[in-house]
């Protein structure tokens, strides 16, 4: 089957074939080290938990998705403060008169920007409010996510989404903006940069450091061998499996990851092994050399061993492409017929989030207890355009993370899946003319049954420009939660022990407290 690839697609697949031979190598040492540790003892707890992370990668405008709508001089006119920071980029409010936008600065063309939609405790409820009285507001393209978030007229406690406000990557907190501009706090190193954001967002480990780990890949260093216990008798399969080539995140000391692209494993043989094109032929001559223990051409014991374990490789993709292209029936469901009916798009998130569901239904069959994936959706890098350009991307989320979600609870396992989104950074509030810079604090959200959803935790800043949330330079915030809190109460649901918390999350004790009663954000049940 022909498939047009768009230029984004192709370089991701690109890179994903391009790290293949690290990935295999990655794998191959893994393989290694990971069936010594299978030796050692767990403590055979049971259930299976699968965390999903979904990186919004270009820096997501935060501030269009989830935004304060009050206007009650009690809440200080938040939605007032939001309008006048964003101008021409804010989403206008349903009570008010509508924000105008001017698409094209060298004609006289006058849009009506799209109203944001209310958040409301139930559908067709009362407005939510946080602690401090204040309502809020959610993008007009994200329509699934509000249901998510407020529930059904038929299910009204069924709530799976909620949102943490004000988070960003902090070394420690930061009290106030007085604090901030004293210049005796650390703060992360190289802010409002992808790359250095990015790696933090990942590593939890904004200090500047050279990190080679991610904390998805230092919580399979101790949970893989533990919890993973069905793994005997020589199989392995890794713990961290993700769908957009290598990633610091899921890279540990002992353990790495698995790459596929959304058809599945990177193998040697892959779907179309026994074509005559070019790319076959090599990789079924590369199978051959790797396969062969006849061959001549590893005579030396160490080639010998890497012949062996690059066999052993092969053998564990192939496993897994089986598994992957026939997942059968999952508590009594079937995983095609699940995922053809749940409604994703075709396009690359979609594609994207069903192999996703394929991958968490096989993990019985990989003998998997915990598992984590990581997907990667681009795009959000808004410079020059962000209100047409973030109505698209945000409607592809809202379509495919709606449909992900509930096939997941068709097949039965919603229960045990969170999915959590990260980003590089927010972004400015004040508008550059049609889009927005890098900045630093700003909206996530989490999703899954297990979740404690229609709540927005964490403190929302102030969204006015030069205000007390307001660290200056066209209206960057900073953080109120930091990112290790975040990962900390994903990580105490998955399994991390508190004690062993503080190797996953170095900074974490300069934001809660191990071992306390109540996890440090409150938005798992």
């Known amino acids: 089957m022909s498939r047009n690839l768009s230029r984004r697609r192709f370089l991701g697949e690109a890179s994903c074939a391009a790290l293949g031979s690290t990935s295999i190598l990655s794998t191959i040492l893994n393989l290694q080290m990971a069936n010594n540790a299978v030796a050692g003892t767990g403590d055979g707890a049971s259930g299976r938990k699968t965390l999903v992370c979904l990186f919004l990668s270009g820096g997501c405008d935060s501030y269009n998705v989830l935004l304060p709508a009050d206007t009650s001089p009690a809440n200080d006119g938040a939605y007032d403060d939001y309008a006048a920071a964003r101008s021409n980029l804010a989403l206008s409010h349903p009570d008010k008169a509508p924000v105008i936008f001017n698409p094209d600065a060298g004609t006289n063309d006058q849009i009506a920007n799209p109203n944001f939609l209310p958040l409301n405790t139930a559908e067709g409820g009362a407005a939510y409010t946080d602690s401090s009285g204040r309502s809020y507001g959610i993008h007009p393209s994200c329509t699934r996510l509000k249901e998510l978030f407020e529930g059904t007229s038929a299910e009204p406690n069924k709530k799976r989404l909620s949102f943490i406000s004000n988070i960003g990557t902090l070394v420690e907190p930061i009290a106030d903006k007085s604090a901030y501009e004293s210049g005796n706090l650390p703060l992360p190193k190289a802010l409002f940069s992808h790359s250095d954001q990015t790696e933090q967002w990942q590593t939890s480990v904004p200090q500047g450091q050279t990190i080679l780990s991610g904390w998805a890949g230092r919580a399979a260093d101790i949970?893989?061998?533990?919890?993973?216990?069905?793994?005997?008798?020589?199989?392995?399969?890794?713990?961290?499996?993700?769908?957009?080539?290598?990633?610091?995140?899921?890279?540990?000391?002992?353990?790495?990851?698995?790459?596929?692209?959304?058809?599945?494993?990177?193998?040697?043989?892959?779907?179309?092994?026994?074509?005559?094109?070019?790319?076959?032929?090599?990789?079924?001559?590369?199978?051959?050399?790797?396969?062969?223990?006849?061959?001549?051409?590893?005579?030396?014991?160490?080639?010998?061993?890497?012949?062996?374990?690059?066999?052993?490789?092969?053998?564990?993709?192939?496993?897994?492409?089986?598994?992957?292209?026939?997942?059968?029936?999952?508590?009594?469901?079937?995983?095609?017929?699940?995922?053809?009916?749940?409604?994703?798009?075709?396009?690359?998130?979609?594609?994207?989030?069903?192999?996703?569901?394929?991958?968490?239904?096989?993990?019985?069959?990989?003998?998997?207890?915990?598992?984590?994936?990581?997907?990667?959706?681009?795009?959000?890098?808004?410079?020059?355009?962000?209100?047409?350009?973030?109505?698209?991307?945000?409607?592809?989320?809202?379509?495919?993370?709606?449909?992900?979600?509930?096939?997941?609870?068709?097949?039965?396992?919603?229960?045990?899946?969170?999915?959590?989104?990260?980003?590089?950074?927010?972004?400015?509030?004040?508008?550059?003319?049609?889009?927005?810079?890098?900045?630093?604090?700003?909206?996530?959200?989490?999703?899954?049954?297990?979740?404690?959803?229609?709540?927005?935790?964490?403190?929302?800043?102030?969204?006015?420009?030069?205000?007390?949330?307001?660290?200056?330079?066209?209206?960057?915030?900073?953080?109120?939660?930091?990112?290790?809190?975040?990962?900390?109460?994903?990580?105490?649901?998955?399994?991390?022990?508190?004690?062993?918390?503080?190797?996953?999350?170095?900074?974490?004790?300069?934001?809660?407290?191990?071992g306390a009663v109540n996890r440090p954000l409150g938005f798992i049940s």
Not at 262 to 267: I, Q, R, V
Not at 379 to 407: F, K, M, P, R, V
Not at 487 to 510: H, K, R, S, Y
């Open 223 to 514: 949970l893989h061998s533990r919890l993973n216990t069905e793994q005997t008798n020589g199989f392995y399969m890794p713990m961290n499996f993700s769908i957009n080539g290598n990633t610091v995140f899921q890279t540990g000391a002992t353990e790495g990851q698995f790459v596929l692209t959304s058809n599945g494993a990177l193998s040697f043989s892959g779907p179309h092994g026994t074509a005559n094109d070019a790319q076959s032929i090599k990789n079924r001559t590369l199978k051959e050399m790797a396969t062969d223990p006849m061959n001549e051409h590893y005579r030396n014991l160490f080639q010998q061993a890497f012949r062996k374990s690059t066999a052993d490789s092969i053998e564990r993709g192939e496993q897994f492409q089986t598994s992957f292209d026939a997942p059968g029936s999952v508590n009594g469901q079937d995983v095609d017929a699940a995922i053809d009916a749940a409604g994703f798009l075709d396009d690359y998130l979609g594609n994207q989030l069903r192999a996703a569901v394929r991958t968490i239904a096989i993990r019985e069959t990989l003998k998997l207890c915990r598992q984590t994936l990581f997907i990667e959706y681009g795009g959000w890098d808004n410079h020059s355009e962000l209100l047409n350009t973030q109505a698209a991307l945000l409607s592809s989320l809202d379509t495919n993370l709606y449909a992900y979600q509930n096939c997941l609870e068709a097949l039965g396992l919603g229960d045990d899946v969170i999915t959590f989104t990260s980003s590089d950074f927010a972004r400015t509030l004040r508008s550059n003319g049609q889009g927005t810079d890098h900045a630093w604090s700003g909206n996530q959200f989490v999703l899954g049954s297990p979740v404690d959803g229609g709540k927005i935790v964490g403190n929302y800043a102030s969204l006015a420009i030069d205000g007390p949330d307001d660290i200056g330079r066209g209206g960057r915030i900073f953080p109120k939660v930091s990112v290790d809190e975040y990962f900390c109460e994903l990580l105490d649901w998955f399994g991390v022990a508190q004690g062993e918390m503080g190797t996953v999350l170095p900074n974490i004790e300069n934001f809660h407290t191990l």
